[in-house]
């Protein structure tokens, strides 16, 4: 039991380390930063983009007035920017 602890004691501070840390989420932080800035300066661009996509009747219901377009539109641009 004590030889268990031991290594995952060791490997719990291994995973852990600085340098692990850098490699698994550096490239994850990078790429969120990278899309989030092209998101926020060209958002609107990609979620009209992605709208002329769809079926005109989608289209025209998305751009269409009530509480379930709202939701349609909200959860189509919830998809775009996830």
Known sequence: MVLFLSIFKKSF????SARML??????????LAFFGAVFH????????YCQALLPQSLNDYSHSQGF?????AWVFKALVYF
């Open 13 to 16: 501070n291994d995973f852990l």
């Open 22 to 31: 850098l490699i698994n989420l550096g490239p994850i932080l990078l790429s």
């Open 41 to 48: 300066y060209n958002g609107g661009n990609v979620v009209n």
């Open 68 to 72: 379930f377009a709202g939701v349609f």
